[in-house]
C-alpha cells in the first residue's frame, strides 16, 4: 500500500509560472526524497531531505519538511515545458533500510510553452 | 559511467507463464533494489539485495523471487504469471545497504495477456 499522498493529482500550469506539489505521509520517517519520472519511464532522484531538516534547495527546486503535520511541499520555480513530467515523494520509514522507499501516487505536472 | 541497465525493455507473456528480468547496477553499487508500478500509481517496493543477500521484501506472493550475482547485477523472477502482474518493473541501484539516494533503470515494461 502507498504511505504518501500527493496532492494535486494533476497539476497545469504556463511557462515561467511557479509549480508547487504536497506530499503527506503517515509514519516516522528518516529521510523523504523527490523524484521525476517522464512518460512512464526510469525515475530521476531529485532531492533529499532529512527528517531534522525543515528546508532545502537544489537549483530550481525547493523542498520543506514538516514532521509535526506528515507533509513535504516540492516547490519548482520558473517552470519549463521540459518539466512537464510525473512527480513522486518516497519516504524512507525510521527503522527501515535506505533502500525500501514507499512512494506516493505522485502529481502529473504539465508545463504549457 | 553507464546507468542502470534493465533488460528487456519490453516483454509480453501470458497467464500462467514465467519470466525473468534483469539489472545490472551502475558501477561500484553493491545494492539492487526492484519495485513494481502498475499504470497510474507509484512504485511498489518488492526486494533489496546487499552482497547477494535479501536485506528486504514488500508486500509480494512467494511466486516473485530475485537474486544478486557476484558481480552485483540481479534478476527478478516471476512464477505463474497474472493479469495483475502486467506493470512497469523498475531496478534501483544504490551505493551501499543503507544509501539512501537511488539510482533508477528505465525499467521492463511487463505485459501478461
Known amino acids: 500500500s502507498q504511505q504518501g499522498e500527493e496532492d494535486p493529482q494533476a497539476l497545469s500550469i504556463q511557462e515561467g509560472e511557479n509549480a508547487t506539489m504536497n506530499c503527506s505521509y503517515k509514519t516516522s520517517i528518516n529521510n523523504l526524497q523527490w523524484y521525476r519520472q517522464n512518460s512512464g519511464r526510469g525515475l530521476v532522484h531529485l532531492i533529499l531531505?532529512?527528517?531534522?531538516?525543515r528546508e532545502k534547495h537544489s537549483g530550481r527546486l525547493r523542498v520543506t519538511l514538516d514532521t509535526s503535520k506528515k507533509s513535504s511541499s516540492l516547490l519548482i520555480t520558473a517552470s519549463r515545458a521540459a518539466d512537464t513530467a510525473s512527480y513522486f515523494c518516497a519516504t524512507a520509514p525510521a527503522g527501515t533500510s535506505g533502500s525500501r522507499l514507499t512512494f506516493g501516487e505522485g502529481t502529473q505536472l504539465t508545463v504549457n510553452p | 559511467d553507464a546507468g542502470v541497465t534493465q533488460s528487456p525493455t519490453h516483454l509480453i507473456k501470458t497467464r500462467g507463464q514465467h519470466v525473468t528480468l534483469r539489472c545490472s547496477p551502475i558501477s561500484g553499487h553493491k545494492s539492487v533494489s526492484w519495485y513494481q508500478q502498475v499504470l497510474g500509481q507509484g512504485p511498489q517496493f518488492i526486494f533489496q539485495?546487499?552482497?547477494?543477500?535479501?536485506?528486504g521484501r514488500g508486500n509480494f506472493p512467494d511466486r516473485f523471487s530475485a537474486r544478486q550475482f557476484p558481480n552485483y547485477s540481479s534478476e527478478l523472477n516471476v512464477n505463474a504469471l497474472l493479469l495483475g502482474d502486467s506493470a512497469l518493473y523498475l531496478c534501483?541501484?544504490?551505493?551501499?545497504?543503507?544509501?539512501?539516494?537511488?539510482?533508477f533503470g528505465p525499467g521492463t515494461r511487463l505485459t501478461v495477456t
Open positions: 531531505i532529512r527528517s531534522n531538516e
Open positions: 534501483a541501484s544504490s551505493l551501499s545497504e543503507s544509501y539512501y539516494e537511488q539510482y
Open positions: 539485495y546487499y552482497e547477494k543477500e535479501e536485506r
